[in-house]
């Protein structure tokens, strides 16, 4: 018997929502599998990995601040993505956000003001939005590869931040380490609850979440960046701009950007530090997929990223797992919602091997 794949003619609706399912039961099977040939035991494995993280209030806490900046860079890219912009730079307009904060940060360290807290959020947002703008700007002026443009932009961001550790945001009093100064109270997000580490970005992106949401399915602006990600041409016969909507929309996706690495350092860090980000950029390109690039599934999504990011630490000291498992993780994830979205264009058969075909006795027989 051979398995073949037949074109259904349409797209599958409940594929399409079938598919992350599936790929996740077949992460969770072949990671099993991983975990019986590195010599540990699967299901006890797993439970290390992604129940016991989340067994108590603290690590349902943890949970959260993970998935905060995975979510709201993957709304942006939600943005991007649905006019088919496909901007990869969310790392790096991530980490302009939070250079961008702290730089501020640090020279207000003796305000009191209540204002010091929202220019630092607006500094880092601007950031990351500029940054994105960059791309936008090499698009729309060169036709440049957005693409190509991004991964180099995230590359050139992450060397200014390691730059600015070392240089002039370095703390004179830090014992030559390469970090910035403690941020000052008036700068730093608000915790939600006393001993746990939920702070006040939980509030930007419930915000986030439901103005993205608002965005694409209820506005025309979001009408605009549909039609223009389903075809371009007909976009420009109905008269909607195409270079004005790719700056909106890579600017949405570079302020929300910006703003995930602003809340990291003024929230739960609070200071600049080149740990900044463990590649929550690349992370929401995946959960804007697995989320289908719809707002609520990508909280869902979300919350899955940061579990695994949260279970690869807690795997690696309690299994003496290597700090990897998290990224091969991700990247099976990714792997197998790609393979399992052929299902939605294609419908899987059976088929018999070829048979000589059979001559009924009823038949009459051919002439000599």
């Known amino acids: 018997m051979l398995l073949s794949l037949e074109p259904r003619g349409y797209e599958s609706r409940p594929m399409l929502w079938l598919s992350p ?16 040939a590195l010599g540990h035991p699967p299901l006890e494995t797993l439970r290390v990995l992604l129940i016991d993280p989340v067994s108590d209030l603290y690590g ?57 807290l929202p220019l630092t959020l607006a500094a880092g947002t601007l950031g ?25 932009l995230n590359y050139i961001a992450l060397n200014l931040l390691l730059f600015a ?15 910035s100064a403690m941020f000052g ?36 602006l979001g009408f605009q960046i549909k039609v223009l990600g389903l075809d371009k041409r007909a976009a ?30 003024t929230g739960p860090i609070g200071q600049l530090v080149p740990q900044v980000s463990p590649g929550y950029g690349y992370a929401a390109i995946t959960v804007a997929f697995l989320g289908r690039l719809n707002p609520i599934g990508i909280l869902f999504a979300s919350l899955l990223m940061a579990l695994l990011y949260l279970g690869g630490e807690n795997a690696q000291m309690a299994a003496n797992l290597p700090q990897s498992i998290t ?27 070829s048979r000589k075909p059979h001559t009924s006795a009823l038949e009459p027989e051919p002439a000599a």
Request: glycine share 10%; with cysteine; net charge neutral.
């Open 21 to 36: 399912l599936l790929a996740a039961l077949l992460t969770l099977i072949s990671g099993a599998l991983l975990f019986v």
């Open 60 to 116: 349902v806490s943890e949970l959260l601040v993970k998935a905060l900046p995975i979510l709201l860079c993957a709304l942006g890219l939600a943005v991007v993505y649905n006019a088919r912009i496909w901007n990869i730079g969310a790392e790096g307009q991530l980490l302009i956000g939070a250079l961008a904060g702290s730089a501020l940060a640090v020279n207000i360290i003796d305000w009191d003001s209540r204002w010091a």
């Open 165 to 179: 550790v070392h240089g002039p945001l370095k703390d004179p009093e830090g014992f030559n380490f390469p970090e």
């Open 236 to 265: 420009g016969f109905v008269g909607f701009r195409e270079k004005r909507l790719v700056w909106i929309a890579l600017l949405i996706s570079g302020a929300l950007a910006g703003l995930a690495g602003v809340a990291e350092v």
């Open 185 to 220: 109270d008036a700068t730093r997000l608000p915790q939600l609850f006393e001993d746990l580490r939920v702070h006040g970005g939980f509030y930007f992106a419930l915000l986030a979440l439901v103005v993205i949401w608002v965005l694409l399915h209820r506005s025309f």
């Open 327 to 353: 990224q091969l993780f991700q990247g099976m994830v990714l792997f197998f919602l790609l393979a399992c979205d052929v299902l939605i264009l294609y419908r899987p058969r059976l088929k018999g091997w």
């Open 128 to 152: 990351g939005s500029a940054w994105a703008g960059l791309c936008a700007w090499l698009r729309t002026q060169f036709n440049a590869n957005e693409i190509l443009t991004s991964i180099m």
